[in-house]
């Protein structure tokens, strides 16, 4: 029985389409403006999303795995979508490490692309992530929890902002009576990294980071930094009109006209002039 296809209608939110595959019990990948769910049987198996770490930068980022088990697990497995399965068996990675770092990753990969639930633009059946079955999780769980979360994060800060923007230290005095974990987030922030960069440096998951986060801008410590506005630029006063340019009978340098000629007219006006001349 082949998978069944659902194409997405226009506007149609991420989850309702998510939920009417998971009732289909669809193989493949959701496309939405900010990742891609990853679809086996009806069940969520992978989300991505630009924003996040991937589960490779968390793994080597923490000294949970060398770089060089990540590629090479890829370059062994990654055609075959076993790269998981490879960790292990390869002794690299335990099997509950890899099955732990992979939920931490979906569920904040998932947040991101369902926070705001915008519009689901593809669903390509029968597509695989290559990391291949680590854990399979149901679509009403991962919709629920990325429900808690933003509820959660909204309660400690309501501006999501927060979220995706660099963000820029504001001096304080609360700055000195930190957690440790709050202050260590902190002194990630530095007017250029977002929330997901200061997750990857700190080699954390990116919601625990938000939480910090967002904790450190209720207290007023941290602030987005506002995109730059372009300043229109003012166009200089037309120069008046030049008077008609005057023909001499005399050979000569061509009048300069008031708008360059193309290359090819300029050839044959050289070429008329040297021809007058002679």
């Known amino acids: 029985m082949s998978t069944p296809t659902r194409t997405p209608r226009s506007g149609e939110p991420a989850s309702a389409l998510l939920g009417t595959l998971a009732a289909q019990?669809?193989?493949g990948a959701l496309s939405t403006e900010s990742g891609i769910v990853y679809l086996a049987a009806g069940h969520v198996v992978h989300v991505e999303s630009a924003v996040t770490p991937d589960l490779g930068d968390l793994l080597t980022h923490s000294g949970a795995l060398a770089p060089d088990g990540w590629w090479e697990a890829i370059d062994q497995a990654g055609r075959?979508?076993?790269?998981?399965?490879q960790l292990v068996d390869s002794g690299h990675l335990a099997a509950?490490?890899?099955e732990l770092c992979h939920l931490g990753a979906l569920f904040d990969a998932a947040y991101f692309v369902l926070a705001h639930d915008g519009p689901a633009l593809r669903f390509r059946p029968g597509a695989a992530h290559w990391l291949g079955a680590v854990r399979s999780v149901p679509v009403d769980t991962v919709l629920r929890e990325s429900r808690r979360r933003r509820e959660l994060l909204q309660r400690i800060w309501p501006e999501p902002d927060v979220d995706r923007a660099p963000l820029a230290r504001v001096p304080g005095p609360g700055a000195r009576d930190l957690p440790a974990r709050r202050g260590r987030t902190l002194a990630q922030v530095d007017g250029v990294r977002t929330a997901a960069q200061i997750a990857m440096t700190l080699a954390c998951?990116?919601?625990h980071t938000l939480v910090e986060l967002r904790r450190l801008a209720a207290a007023g410590l941290v602030t987005p930094v506002a995109p730059l506005v372009p300043v229109p630029s003012v166009a200089p006063p037309s120069a008046p009109a030049s008077a008609p340019a005057t023909v001499s009978a005399e050979p000569g340098p061509t009048p300069r006209p008031a708008l360059p000629d193309e290359p090819e007219t300029a050839l044959l006006r050289r070429l008329l002039h040297a021809l007058e001349a002679l």
């Open 25 to 27: 019990g669809a193989t």
């Open 96 to 98: 509950g490490a890899l």
């Open 205 to 207: 998951r990116t919601f």
């Open 80 to 85: 075959r979508c076993r790269v998981g399965r």
